[in-house]
């Protein structure tokens, strides 16, 4: 079967879209920094803290995040709490290296995981 065939234009799209949520540097540090935090995610005012960036600044970064389907969010009473979806992620490495090495699988190499304890 061509690998070519095993991707929709919708998943051509979805990669598309959080490609170009990752493209702008200050969204990428923010991207990285949630990722950073694991499971338990961060709040937008200690990630503002910790990056150094304008509240409203960071709002339109997280806002295009959670669009491109990168990252989840969850109210907390007031707050909010950001988490990176990390299947999403690993599903954005699979559609990038699907046509690795000719098709011919290459191990464990490209396999993103995540060890509880250690996100």
């Not at 907390?76 to 990176?84: M, S």
């Amino acid at each position: 079967m061509n690998p070519v065939s095993l991707f929709s234009v919708m998943d051509e799209e979805v990669a598309v879209q959080a490609l170009a949520a990752l493209a702008q540097p200050s969204r990428l540090k923010v991207f990285r920094a949630i990722v950073g935090t694991g499971p338990e995610g961060i709040q937008p005012g200690q990630l503002s803290a910790a990056l150094d960036i304008p509240a409203n600044t960071l709002s339109f970064h997280l806002k295009e995040l959670h669009h491109s389907a990168l990252v989840s969010v969850q109210r907390e009473g007031r707050f909010l709490r950001y988490r990176a979806d990390l299947s999403a992620m690993q599903g954005l490495m699979d559609f990038l290296t699907a046509h690795c090495c000719q098709g011919v699988p290459c191990g464990d190499a490209l396999n993103l995981t995540c060890a509880v304890g250690n996100c």
